[in-house]
């Protein structure tokens, strides 16, 4: 029996809204895991202290469903590749730029990012990165150096709009091989024009490394 299925069966009759409040975690959580979607730490983790499910029962046909692994196990076993990361900032998939205002308490949970030392999120506003971003998808971004971001690579850029005050946006970008010293950055929604941005007027360019989507 798959792990989706063996969620369904530990459901059973109750509707994915209450399993989820049962468990304290999202509806949305319930939704994909059903599908297929991996779990992250903290739902095995709320099977376990919520449900008292014994983990290795989940993908072990031979072991009993109920067991006593404790949270720490069970982030050791399961999160070695996950990190929390902080969502710091809306920031603007249009024109023009949102203000960069920096929120550290908002974080999520994202696999895959062992490589890279500095990671944040931001949330996305505007529809110029339409359907490759949409509102509200959570961009995570990592601080590598500029010359190792390849052309075409969609980054977060943070613009010097004014004395002490910094806007950001989430675009498309490529060095612009006509006029030194300047990059071309440019949207997938087409009636954004291209713009050619001299790099100093550029704050800071972080890489985006993913992009993390809800379903409802």
């Known amino acids: 029996m798959e792990l989706a299925q063996k969620l369904r069966t ?3 009759e109750v509707s994915q809204t209450e399993f989820a ?3 304290g975690v999202p509806q949305q959580y319930i939704q994909r895991y059903e599908n297929g979607t991996k779990p992250l730490p903290e739902f095995f983790i709320a099977l376990r202290k919520k449900l008292g499910i014994n983990l290795n029962w989940l993908w072990d046909e031979s072991s009993e469903m109920f067991g006593n692994e404790t949270p720490k196990e069970i982030l050791d076993r399961y999160g070695k590749n996950f990190r929390r990361v ?7 998939c249009g024109l023009p730029a949102a203000q960069w205002e920096t929120n550290e308490k908002n974080f999520i949970i994202v696999d895959g990012l062992k490589n890279y ?8 506003a505007g ?3 339409k359907p ?6 959570h961009v995570v971004c990592a601080d590598i150096p500029f010359e190792n971001i390849k052309d075409n690579t969609a980054v977060l850029l ?7 005050t910094v806007e950001a946006s989430v675009k498309l970008f490529y060095r612009n091989k006509k006029q030194d010293g300047s990059i071309v950055i440019y949207s997938v929604n087409t009636k954004y024009p291209p713009e050619v941005v001299p790099l100093e007027r550029v704050h800071k360019i972080y890489k985006a490394v993913k992009i993390i989507r809800d379903v409802a």
Do not use: N
Not at 132 to 137: A, L, P, T, V, W
């Open 158 to 164: 943070q613009w010097k709009s004014g004395p002490g």
């Open 86 to 92: 902080s969502e710091l900032a809306m920031a603007d």
């Open 21 to 23: 409040k049962i468990l």
């Open 127 to 129: 529809d110029s990165m």
């Open 117 to 124: 030392k500095f990671v944040f999120a931001v949330k996305a």
């Open 132 to 137: 490759y971003i949409e509102k509200g998808d």
């Open 10 to 12: 530990l459901r059973g």
